[in-house]
Each structure stands twice: as C-alpha cells, then as structure tokens.
C-alpha cells in the first residue's frame, strides 16, 4: 500500500498536477509513512524523471516550473513534520547555506536546510541567487562554522570557487568549513576549487556536515 501511495505521489509530480502532488503527500502522511520515506521514494524520484524527460526533449521549462511547484508545496506539508521529528541535541553548529549567483533553482538547497535543521544545526538560509559578498558578510555575522553553497548549473558552479575565495580574502576561511554540492557539482570538482567536502544528496550532506564540525 505504502508503494503504491509513493508511486501516486510521483507521478504526479511528473505529470504536473500539484494538487494530486498535496494530496497524496497528506494521504501518506495520514497512512504513517515518514516524511524521508515520502521525500527520497517519491519527490526526489519524481524530480530525476522530470529532469530526464527535459534533457532528452520530451518536457520543456513550463512542465519543470509546474512540477518545482508541486515538489515546493508537498515540502512545505513535510518541513515541520521534519522539524518535528528533530532530536533534541545540543546545536550542532552554525550553518549559512544558499544557492549561489545567478542560479535560481531552490528545492535540493531547502532540502539540505531541512535536514541540517532537523538534525540539530543552527540555519541561516539566505534563499537564492545569492551574491558571493552576502555569503561572507553573514558568515561574519553569525560566526558560522560551515557555509553549505549549491550550484545546478555549469555556469553558476564557479560561483562557489569565488565564494571560498572571498572567504579566505576575509580573513574567514580558517574559521569555516565549506561544503559545495547540486546536480553538477562532483568530488573532483569540490577538491579542485578547495571545498572542505561534497554531498550528493541531503542525507549525506547530514552526515558529512557533522564530519566537518567534529560531530560524528
Ligand atoms: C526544477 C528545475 C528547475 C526549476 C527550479 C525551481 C525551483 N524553485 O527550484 C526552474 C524551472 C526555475 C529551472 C530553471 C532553469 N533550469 Co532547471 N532544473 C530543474 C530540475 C528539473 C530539477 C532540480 C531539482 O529541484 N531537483 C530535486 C532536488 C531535490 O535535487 P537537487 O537540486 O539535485 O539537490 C540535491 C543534491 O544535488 C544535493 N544538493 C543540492 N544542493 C546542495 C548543497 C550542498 C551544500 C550539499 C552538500 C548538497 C546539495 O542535495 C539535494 C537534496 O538531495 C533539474 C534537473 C536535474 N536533474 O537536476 C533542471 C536543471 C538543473 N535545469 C537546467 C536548466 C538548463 C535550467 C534553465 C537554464 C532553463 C532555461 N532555459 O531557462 C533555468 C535556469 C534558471 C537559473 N538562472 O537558475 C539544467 C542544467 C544543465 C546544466 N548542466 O547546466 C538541468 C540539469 C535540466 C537538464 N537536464 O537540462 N529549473
């Protein structure tokens, strides 16, 4: 039952109907299924077949945009579910995470927010297309110990090498660890641009947030 609920809620989400995207997130929600279980075997999924159906021409911008909103509507039912089922913990550090300039895309970089918050981090989101001076000023401000950057476009990425650069002119880099990631962003490419590590979705960005902090 709980399979096919999740196969309901991602086709949905591929054939951009919002509402049938809500509804059934609450039916699983209702049913008992975790928010994880409803976000990595429903939404997430759901997303890679928009994403795949878009690369080969099948989809275009409009079904992307329709399907993003699907997928930031169910988020809003899950987030406080998320948040809720937050061990109670000792802060595990503070994070300053945003997508950088000139890229809009928003979903994986809340999700790694979510998570983070969830699992004990203090947060500051600062949204998207976020300029590289931003970045350092609000690492400054909060004295966070890791900067989390996301990047889905090859031409945005190198938004992240300037990030850490402009950290390190600031005098900040010995202070915070920064973790880059989004869907073209690789291990390779995190150690060229001098990123202290790399995840690739938003449960090891979890992990590895912790490793960087000295929590796990
Ligand atoms: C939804 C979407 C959009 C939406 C975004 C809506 C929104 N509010 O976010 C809209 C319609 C706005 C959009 C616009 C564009 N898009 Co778009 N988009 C996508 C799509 C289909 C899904 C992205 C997504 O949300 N995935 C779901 C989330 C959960 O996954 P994720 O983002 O990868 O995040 C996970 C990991 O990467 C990781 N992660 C992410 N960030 C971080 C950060 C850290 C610190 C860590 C550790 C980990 C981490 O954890 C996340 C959670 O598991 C992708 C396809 C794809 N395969 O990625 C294309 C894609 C990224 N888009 C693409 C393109 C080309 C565009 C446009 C240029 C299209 C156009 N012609 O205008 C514009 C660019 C706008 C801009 N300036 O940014 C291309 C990029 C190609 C490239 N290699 O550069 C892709 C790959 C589609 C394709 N196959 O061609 N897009």
Redesign the pocket.
């Known amino acids: 039952m709980s399979t096919a609920l999740l196969e309901r809620i991602s086709a949905s989400l591929v054939e951009g109907d919002p509402d049938g995207t809500v509804a059934g997130v609450r039916d699983a929600l209702a049913a008992g299924l975790e928010p994880m279980a409803i ?1 990595d075997g429903a ?2 999924a759901g ?2 077949t ?3 159906k ?2 080969s021409g099948e989809y275009f ?1 409009p079904n ?2 329709v ?3 699907g ?2 509507q169910a988020m809003a039912l899950l987030e406080p579910e998320l948040k809720a089922r937050r061990q109670e913990v000792k802060s595990a550090g503070t994070v300053v ?1 945003g ?1 950088v300039r ?11 927010a979510t ?1 983070l918050a969830a699992n004990g981090f203090d947060v500051h989101d600062l949204g ?2 976020v300029p590289v001076d931003t970045f350092v000023a609000r690492v400054k401000e909060t004295g966070a110990n890791l ?11 190198h938004g992240q090498k300037d990030v850490i650069e402009a950290l390190a002119k600031a005098g900040l880099r010995e202070q915070v660890k920064v ?7 690789s291990r390779a490419w995190a150690d060229g641009i001098g990123a202290d ?9 979890v992990d ?2 912790a490793r960087l902090v000295g929590r796990a």
Do not use: C, F, N
């Open positions: 976000i939404l997430v997303m890679r928009v994403g795949d878009y690369a911008l992307l945009i399907s993003a909103s997928m930031k995470i997508t000139g890229d809009i895309h928003e979903i994986g970089k809340s999700l790694v998570m998207v297309d900067v989390g950057l996301s990047a889905l476009l090859t031409t945005t990425m973790m880059v990631g989004g869907a073209p962003v590590g790399w995840a690739q979705d938003a449960v090891s960005a590895l947030a």
